[in-house]
């Protein structure tokens, strides 16, 4: 049974399905506006449900005490039948998770500006006493024109899972220390996960991972992330730090506020020199504690009982010191004068010898120069077993011989790499062999870029480029996306498939596998309504789509919408405007097969979809075409028919 209103709200579609509900895009008749109605079936929690809709209903007042530009408005809440909905702003753009999924990394500047919005929306909360506890990538929603809105306020601490008390609220990588050890929270909790968020955007990998839920809660709560600058070297040192105090275990030790969180971003060049300015370098702090008392001298001034200055060097006692300093210096120079004098004399007679023995054969010379990474052997860390050097992988033959000469160790790199999780296969410039799994350490890499695909059971392909310099070790670190079973299915059958807008080659019903996060389906079959839903798909969920395609039905095209005005003219709303003509005009349109009651010029309203349209006057060629419609402008159609 398809769902057509919830109180007074008229269901347009689905827009997504999670454990607790459904959220559909709905319209308010009242004031036709259009809004997100998210609904919780309270009935599927047994006992709790009063518990349960007196804190959602709490949460829903919370939220909709927030008003901001970067957070999501709550218009209404209520209750009908055992079904909880709540009535949100209406936005249509992708979530950072869907951003990261694309691109990994983040440049600094687009860094910059969804932080500012993102620090912006959490102080805005925190002000109200308003702790979101659900902040990740999939909660924040980035628009077409670039601002940002914070999804979920009021609704995460009951819809991350209070099936029972005591129960830890939220998603686990993005989760405060002190929100798993179950304590109150203020603000500065949210701020911990945007600090998850901005590590992830600027490396490209989470900070805490783990083969399950309880390793992950335990590295958040006990273990140190790794430095951003070994997974990126080129990370500047000071963003280094502003990450690292963003995730600090204590929230006193933390950010106080998302505003200066970005003060520090903004400034982080600099962050490092006023961080370090501020701290007591170790060997100083040992030789305080470890210096022997001294007797003041007659320079030292006293207050009672604490000396306050330090004991004064006399010039005398200062001279000898600097003699043995400048006597050390002038050793220093005439040994190393001697060394360079030494060592030029033996390049230029090895030079010599060299030009009189035979040269090496040039096009050996060449395949070894053009091989991207040397003969050097890729072992990995203990207790895996060394692999076989790549040289080995790709050829039975060596690729150096006895003739070529050697080049020196100091022009080659290193490459550490790693997967979250562990265990993915590696191929390197398209060369690989079986024990090549992360993690391992590639040493004897040819300095440039190089191209690393990851492949491991039921996740996604990852492909990266790592830049590789002489005498440094390059880090790269890559998350798996989890692939989800997707079961879509349609009534009629056969309906073409598409995911997040490219069409696949399967029709329904089918089995597909769809990486985890937000994606949105939709399906085409000619002769019926285009039916669309977005979802959000999380690891160990088994999601299925599976709806009653609608007939089209171009009689009432103009007069079922709501619109008086489009329904005078046609197009608006859901409806993408259609116009055809034809020379000679006159010519009768025909729209999968069903007469349409104007002849050329007309204009169509059409909801999203496939259709094969026909055009055809007496004395004429018939036309026929398969059109594509989608939501957009108004789409053209101009032929010139043949006798």
């Not at 405060?176 to 701020?191: A, V």
């Not at 990486?515 to 669309?532: C, N, P, Y």
């Not at 789509?545 to 009432?556: G, I, M, N, S, V």
């Not at 197009?571 to 055809?580: A, Q, Y």
Request: aromatic share 6%; net charge neutral.
């Amino acid at each position: 049974m398809v769902l057509e209103k919830i109180g007074r709200y008229e269901i347009v579609g689905q827009l997504g399905r999670g454990a607790m509900g459904v959220v559909y895009k709905a319209m308010d008749p009242m004031i036709g506006r259009t809004v997100a109605l998210k609904t919780m079936r309270l009935d599927a929690h047994g006992t709790e449900t009063s518990e349960l809709l007196q804190r959602f209903r709490n949460e829903a007042r919370l939220a909709g005490m927030l008003n901001h530009p970067n957070i999501v408005s709550i218009h209404d809440a209520d209750e009908i039948n055992g079904l909880f909905y709540m009535a949100m702003e209406y936005i249509e753009g992708k979530t950072l998770r869907q951003l990261l999924s694309e691109e990994h990394v983040l440049p600094m500047e687009q860094v910059l500006e969804l932080s500012r919005q993102i620090a912006a929306g959490l102080d805005a909360a925190s002000a109200e006493q308003v702790v979101h506890r659900d902040i990740k990538p999939a909660n924040i929603m980035i628009l077409r024109n670039g601002s940002l809105k914070i999804m979920d306020f009021g609704i995460a601490k009951a819809g991350g899972g209070v099936t029972s008390k005591g129960a830890v609220l939220g998603t686990p990588n993005y989760m405060s220390p002190e929100q798993i050890r179950g304590e109150l929270l203020d603000g500065r909790s949210d701020l911990f996960s945007f600090g998850v968020i901005l590590y992830e955007m600027v490396t490209g990998a989470r900070p805490f991972v783990g083969d399950n839920i309880t390793t992950i809660l335990h590295k958040i709560v006990h273990e140190e992330p790794i430095p951003p600058r070994q997974l990126n070297p080129a990370i500047h040192p000071g963003l280094d730090r502003v990450l690292l105090k963003a995730l600090a275990k204590s929230p006193q030790q933390r950010f106080q506020l998302g505003a200066e969180l970005v003060h520090a971003l903004e400034n982080y060049e600099s962050f490092e020199t006023e961080s370090a300015s501020t701290m007591i370098p170790p060997i100083a702090r040992q030789s305080a504690t470890t210096a022997p008392t001294t007797t003041a001298s007659p320079q030292q001034a006293t207050d009672g009982t604490r000396t306050i200055g330090a004991p004064a060097m006399s010039a005398v006692a200062m001279r000898k010191p600097l003699a043995l300093l400048a006597g050390f210096l002038v050793v220093v120079i005439v040994l190393a004068s001697g060394a360079f004098v030494y060592v030029r004399h033996k390049q230029t007679k090895q030079k010599g010898e060299q030009q009189s023995q035979p040269q090496p054969n040039r096009s050996e010379t060449a395949e070894k120069a053009s091989s991207p990474l040397l003969p050097q052997t890729i072992a990995p860390p203990a207790p895996l077993p060394s692999p076989t050097p790549l040289a080995e992988a790709s050829s039975s033959e060596p690729i150096s011989s006895s003739n070529e000469p050697e080049l020196p160790a100091t022009s080659l790199g290193e490459l550490v790499v790693s997967s979250d999780p562990d265990g993915a296969e590696v191929k390197i410039d398209g060369r690989g062999q079986s024990d090549w799994r992360t993690p391992f350490t590639a040493s004897g890499v040819s300095p440039g870029a190089h191209t690393l695909t990851f492949n491991k059971s039921g996740y996604a392909a990852e492909t990266r480029v790592v830049e590789v310099h002489a005498d440094q070790q390059a880090f790269l670190r890559v998350s798996m996306n989890v692939l989800v079973p997707t079961s879509i299915g349609s009534d009629p059958v056969g309906a073409a498939i598409l995911i997040d807008g490219k069409k696949i080659s399967q029709v329904t019903p089918a089995q597909v596998m769809l990486t985890r996060g937000a994606h949105s389906i939709a399906l085409r079959k000619t002769g019926f309504q285009e039916a669309v839903t977005n979802i959000d798909l999380h690891e160990g969920q088994v999601y299925s789509f599976a709806p009653t395609l609608k007939p089209l039905d171009l009689a009432k095209a103009k007069d079922t919408h709501p619109n008086f005005f489009s329904r005078l003219f046609g197009g608006g709303g859901d409806k993408v405007l259609v116009e055809i003509h034809t020379t000679p005009r006159g010519a009768e349109i025909l729209v999968n097969g069903q007469p349409y009651s104007q002849t050329t010029p007309a204009k169509i309203p059409l909801p999203p979809g496939e259709y094969q349209i026909t055009l055809q006057l007496q004395d004429y060629k018939p036309f026929q075409k398969t059109l594509i419609v989608e939501k957009g402008p108004t789409i053209q159609i101009e032929v010139t028919l043949h006798k």
